[in-house]
Nanobody, 129 residues
Framework: QVQLVESGGGLVQAGGSLRLSCAASGRTFSTYAMGWFRQALGKDREFVAAINWIGGSTNYADSVKGRFAISRDNAKNTVYLQMNSLKPEDTAVYYC??????????????????????WGQGTQVTVSS
């Protein structure tokens, strides 16, 4: 069982930056791939970024490439999402998620929400114009 708690959301002006953190419990955190997703009001949940267990592979949604960066610190059981050059359209609730490698193997990461096994409660990010 893995429990995830996001933090770092808030209100920021367009062009500003925020860093989200996701603290995980569980001894096997370091083997899980991690992802960030977001859901804006009235819209479906969408993929933002993902990272594999060792951090050697990352992928991003086209809408955030070059502006967002995902990273992880397995010693601290934490994954981060650095968000720069924020835009009003980035406003959403941001969720982190953990993917158990037992089905897809170590090294795997995913942009598909249904492949993730555990989810945090979300943190609100609001970007004002």
């Amino acid at each position: 069982q893995v429990q995830l708690v996001e933090s770092g959301g808030g209100l920021v002006q367009a062009g500003g930056s925020l860093r989200l953190s996701c603290a995980a419990s569980g001894r096997t955190f370091s083997t899980y791939a991690m992802g960030w997703f977001r859901q804006a009001l009235g819209k479906d949940r969408e993929f933002v970024a993902a990272i594999n267990w060792i951090g050697g592979s990352t992928n991003y949604a086209d809408s955030v490439k070059g502006r967002f960066a995902i990273s992880r610190d397995n010693a601290k059981n934490t994954v981060y999402l650095q968000m720069n050059s924020l835009k009003p359209e980035d406003t959403a609730v941001y969720y982190c998620a953990a993917l158990n490698p037992h089905r897809y193997g170590l090294g795997y990461s995913s942009d598909l929400p249904h492949e993730y096994d555990y989810w945090g409660q979300g943190t609100q990010v609001t970007v004002s114009s």
